[in-house]
């Protein structure tokens, strides 16, 4: 994703709401903000899906895998990432909601209806 791309992006989503006209420059920090606070939050996720197995289950007996593949993916979408590198998380998130967690989050969206 380039500086204009991320600029565009934050003149449309972000400040789309706001009545306000920012400068050039408060747009170009937003966007470098934008993007290193993205990198950040990949990083973390990251980090935590290399720790985190699909034997180390939570008190329960659930599994995170399907929520750090979830964030991945929408960080790569965010991004701009190809779409093979999104899709790849979202293929996982299935297998582990069919494999793994369906019943924790059946219920979980049972319970929002």
Not at 25 to 36: M, P
Request: proline share 4%; net charge negative; with cysteine.
């Amino acid at each position: 994703m380039n500086e204009a791309d991320v600029l565009c992006l934050l003149q449309q989503d972000l400040f789309s709401t706001l009545p306000l006209t920012l400068s050039h420059e408060l747009l170009q920090q937003a966007s470098a903000n934008y993007t290193e606070m993205l990198g950040i939050a990949q990083n973390c996720f990251t980090v935590a899906s290399s720790v985190t197995s699909t034997e180390e289950i939570e008190p329960g007996g659930y599994s995170e895998e399907w929520l750090l593949n979830y964030m991945l993916g929408k960080i790569a979408e965010k991004l701009r990432r190809p779409p093979n590198e999104y899709l790849n998380h979202y293929r996982k998130v299935a297998q582990c909601v069919v494999g793994l967690c369906c019943p924790y989050i059946c219920e979980n969206i049972h319970n929002d209806s």
